[in-house]
């Protein structure tokens, strides 16, 4: 994946190391189903107001709450009219129901570390 952050600057991303925990429990992940959470998790995150360059990212989900943190740092979601945090639970809820987690609906995070070559 090629991402420009800048006019100047272009990042070559070697890896993605995507995990996904459902109430603690970390569940296996094929490298399909990894890329593809982890380049989903990758668009909503620099559809956000975050640091660049994103070298790694978490969500947390729990219940209607979710957590964002980038370069380990929180992300706030714009809480006024509530569209950011329901548009990533419902992206994100929608695309892990059908994965073999311990339970789906419960608490989940999501954690996707980016590599780059030099």
Not at 14 to 33: C, D, Q, Y
Not at 73 to 84: E, H, K
Not at 88 to 105: C, E, F, Q, S, W
Request: glycine residues 6%; proline residues 5%; neutral net charge.
């Amino acid at each position: 994946m090629r991402v420009s952050i800048s006019s100047t600057a272009v990042l070559e991303w070697v890896a993605m190391r995507t995990r996904i925990f459902s109430n603690g429990i970390e569940a296996p992940l094929s490298p399909f189903i990894g890329k593809f959470l982890g380049n989903v998790c990758f668009g909503v995150t620099s559809s956000l107001k975050t640091p660049l360059p994103i070298e790694t990212f978490k969500y947390e989900l729990e219940g209607e709450t979710v957590h964002i943190e980038v370069n380990h740092a929180r992300v706030p979601l714009n809480l006024s009219q509530g569209f950011s945090r329901i548009i990533v639970l419902d992206t994100l809820r929608g695309m892990i129901r059908h994965l073999k987690l311990a339970d789906p609906n419960g608490a989940i995070r999501i954690e996707v570390e980016m590599e780059t070559q030099s």
